[in-house]
């Protein structure tokens, strides 16, 4: 059994977001897994309950702050396609152009984290010293480094100059030049590989099984990318590649990250080629009928499901399935048995976790779903 | 005889420690782009860290607890006082600070082991397994010098440049001083994103500071005693020099590796004792001869 | 290793790390950071009070708004919809307060401090 059980508790240093691991240890070797989490629960599904549609956006941005683009666009996308809007070429572009930016910088902050784990913290330093630069160009670009506030139902708020556009391509070739002998480090590096390859291996029919999305399943082999299935903004106009390594185990993860920031360079230097010169239509308040629709986007940790419900022209209820929570309560048990305690950080910042995304509450009773408002819950759960 | 300066090194042991220490990070720092603390941080640190309260669970109220940090900072500083000449003084047996090191090492096993969380023993598990072979090859390396020179004692040590002498022992003793000092690539003890603290996790307060600083204290130690086997002691500017030189090696070494694990390591630490054992037998067959 | 002539040319370098509070601090034009609620230009629309997503806005009377910066989000909706063009956001985002109650933006204009 265990000699005793660690709680790699909410307070961590090695964690960025909190979440409780009990691992029952024997020696080195972890033998049993228990994975808590539910520090960061905020309620965000209830507070966008009576909201109006325009202010959802800047609300579901909030849910995360690296992948905040990606819940902006997923938003925006289910009303579109809902109300079928007709989206100018140039807001397609530069809505694409800003989600690569954000995937190029949460793939490197994660990027540095997984450095840091495997103790390389000198790496650490100088990725982050790299991504600056991204942010930097996000904070001219749009006025926030983490919550953009740059889409609008239909249209953008701010439209960028093509001057600036030219400067945004030049800043991300320079990053991505100096990133080359970082990656490379993941790439060739004896002691990194040592501890990359062949830990917190999942097998590919676990992967098809439990249904998981993202770079953890692209390092499965399993070719899924919602950008090629599913096009949105403009990715059907760009010419791009979708990384899939078959190994299974850290170190595949790890490349296909890597290998995505690339891709993601491509992305936006032809996108930004090939903008067309038109003007962005100004900010309309939006009237919607009563429905719902869904819609999905590739966030930088995979799928991002929305589910919306509008009724009286305002939010009823917003169903939010993150990438994070589709991969890690499955994935971490089968992964983390058997493995040394020292590779726990490595396995769980392979599969990028992002824990305020993944905040949900679900009640399932008797095998149907049930949503409890806020004086039914209290009423039931609390005993008073 | 017992010169005042030398009574005066060996009191403010723990300020040079801290200089190390203060240039250690402010080096590594730069390093990395980044700016780093002041050159004097770590004292502000043990001072602060002196003043706070110390809170002692009461699982954890037993009397390794309660005084191993103590016990484990007299020891360094004892190690310090029998510093060999010119530093400090005393004439006696190199057998002596072989087992004073080893005591060091073991009373930062005990405190860990102390201590009632699983980090704690974590680190301490990780430690035992690993000083199995390091101070052995240590002890081997440290006893070749001295079998090579013929010396008894460490004051009629005179051995200068061992590297053309005994190019294997000084290596091992310039790895294995990194190693006795956990830092990167050998700091799987004391792995920040596995085990929290390792062995110092549930120390706060004056424990804290005391255990911080005793294996602060060891890194001057191993840097002076190294270097005094190596290069001698006859040029004092050029002995400071060397020190200063292999603190910043240390320092570059620490920034630029990742972390072996614990079986890399020890498998490591096993080769190095190979060899050292090798040299130990060719030198003792010239000895004898 | 590429790695370890980097560390070593780094220490010739300037360091990286932006020395703040001494030091420039720069923020970009499009930055939003407290609201200048600019008083006199107000009509008393309201838009703003309706379209904050987190009622962070409270309407006393025309040109008397009292913006709640602990509440607020920064996100940009009273901005794009106020009519005149009132409402500014500025590029101070170090808003550190004792009291939480001061942490407001209102008719005043604070930026004089």
Redesign the interface.
């Known amino acids: 059994m265990h000699d ?3 709680p790699f508790g909410p307070q ?3 964690e960025k977001e909190p979440m409780c691991i009990r691992a029952g ?1 024997e ?2 070797t972890i033998t049993e897994l228990d994975l808590r989490f539910g520090y960061v629960h905020r309620g965000m599904e209830k507070i966008f309950e009576g ?2 549609i ?3 956006i ?2 579901c ?2 849910i995360c702050g690296l992948c905040s683009e990606s819940h902006s666009m997923a938003f925006t996308r289910t009303i579109e396609e809902m109300l079928g809007l007709d989206v100018p070429m140039r807001v397609r572009h530069l809505r694409s152009i800003v989600t690569e930016l954000s995937r190029l910088h949460s793939h490197m902050i994660w990027a540095g984290f997984m ?9 650490f ?2 990725l982050m ?1 790299e991504r ?1 630069r991204i942010m ?1 160009i996000l ?6 480094r983490v ?1 953009y ?1 740059i889409n609008k139902i239909g249209t953008l ?2 439209d960028v100059p093509n001057a600036k556009l030219a400067k945004m391509v030049e800043d991300v070739d320079t990053t991505l030049k100096n990133i080359e ?2 990656v ?2 993941f790439r060739n ?1 004896g ?2 590989k ?2 990359l390859v062949g830990t917190g291996m999942i097998t590919g029919i676990q992967a098809k099984r439990f249904g998981i999305v993202g770079p953890v399943a692209r390092g499965c082999g399993i070719n899924n990318d919602v950008r090629k299935s599913d096009p949105y903004a403009a990715y059907d106009l760009a010419d791009f590649e979708v990384p899939t390594y078959k190994g299974c185990d850290a170190w595949s993860r790890t490349m296909v990250r890597l290998e995505e920031l690339y891709e993601s360079g491509k992305i936006i230097r032809q996108l930004i080629k090939d903008i067309p010169d038109e003007k962005i239509p100004a ?1 309309k308040f939006t009237k919607a009928d009563d429905g719902d629709h869904f819609a999905r986007i590739e966030a930088p940790r995979g799928e991002l499901f929305y589910y919306l419900k509008v009724r009286d022209s305002k939010i009823d209820r917003l169903a939010i399935r993150t990438p994070s929570m589709a991969v890690l309560p499955m994935v971490l048990k089968p992964a983390l048995m058997g493995e ?3 590779d ?2 490595i396995v769980i910042s392979s599969l990028d976790p992002c824990f305020s995304c993944m905040e949900r509450v679900v009640i399932v009773e008797k095998g149907k779903e049930k949503v409890y408002t806020e004086p039914d819950f209290r009423r039931k759960f609390s005993g008073r | 005889m017992v010169d005042s300066w030398r009574i005066a090194f060996v009191l403010l042991a723990p300020a040079i420690a801290l200089l190390f220490e203060g240039i250690r990070r402010r080096l590594g720092a730069r ?4 700016v780093g603390p002041p050159l004097l941080q770590p004292f502000y640190d043990t001072i602060k860290l002196l003043s706070k309260d110390d809170f002692v669970a009461e699982k954890e109220s037993n009397i390794f607890f309660q005084y191993g940090p103590f016990v484990s900072l007299l020891f360094v500083w004892v190690i310090f006082a029998l510093m060999p000449f010119p530093l400090a003084s005393f004439e006696h047996d190199f057998i002596l600070m072989i087992y004073l090191i080893i005591l060091v090492d073991a009373f930062y096993i005990v405190s860990g082991l102390a201590s009632n969380s ?2 704690g ?2 680190g301490a ?1 990780r430690e035992m397994a690993s000083i199995i072979a390091y101070e052995i090859g240590l002890a081997v390396a440290v006893i070749t010098f001295f079998f090579y020179s013929g010396a008894n004692s460490i004051g009629e040590f005179t051995l200068v440049n061992g590297f053309t002498h005994l190019p294997v022992s000084s290596l091992g003793l310039l790895l294995l001083g990194l190693v006795t000092l956990k830092k ?2 050998f ?2 003890p004391e ?6 603290d390792g062995a110092f996790t549930e120390y706060s307060g004056k424990r804290l500071a005391f255990l911080r600083l005793s294996e602060q204290m060891k890194e001057p130690l191993l840097i002076f005693l190294t270097l005094f086997l190596i290069l001698g002691t006859s040029s004092l500017p050029l002995f400071f020099a060397a020190s200063l030189a292999l603190l910043f090696v240390y320092t570059f070494i620490d ?8 079986e ?1 390591a020890v498998k490591f630490y096993m080769v190095v004792l190979a060899a050292l054992l090798l040299e130990l037998v060719w030198v003792s067959y010239q000895v004898i001869t | ?3 370890m002539i ?2 070593l040319k780094n220490l010739f370098r300037k360091p ?1 790390t932006e020395p703040f509070p001494f030091g420039e601090h720069k ?6 950071g407290k609201i200048f609620y600019d008083a006199e230009k107000c009509i008393g629309c309201r838009l703003c009070e309706k ?4 009622d962070a806005i409270k309407f006393r009377k025309k040109g008397d708004i009292v913006f709640d910066m602990s509440s607020c ?5 009273c901005r ?1 919809v106020c009519p005149p063009k009132c409402i500014h ?1 500025t590029k101070e985002d170090l808003m550190i307060e004792k009291d939480k109650k001061k942490l407001v933006s209102d008719k005043r204009d604070w930026r004089k401090q």
Request: proline share 6%; glycine share 8%; net charge neutral.
């Open positions: 005793f059980i660690v961590h240093p090695a240890l020696g080195e909201k109006g325009d202010q959802g800047y609300l941005e909030r450095a840091h784990e495997a103790g390389y913290e000198t790496l330093m100088y010293r600056e930097d904070e001219r670009t749009t006025g926030g919550h506030g708020r701010y002998k970082y490379d480090t590096d002691t990194l040592e501890r900010f040394k305690v020292s726990l950080p | 390093m990395q782009s980044r699983p980090f023993i974590i598990m990167r690539p700091d799987t792995a920040h994103p596995e085990i929290f920034m630029v590796s990742s972390r072996l694990k614990v890399h | 290793m590429r790695n980097e560390a990286a923020r970009a034009e499009k930055f939003r379209n904050c997503p987190v989000i920064f996100c940009g909706m794009d956001y």
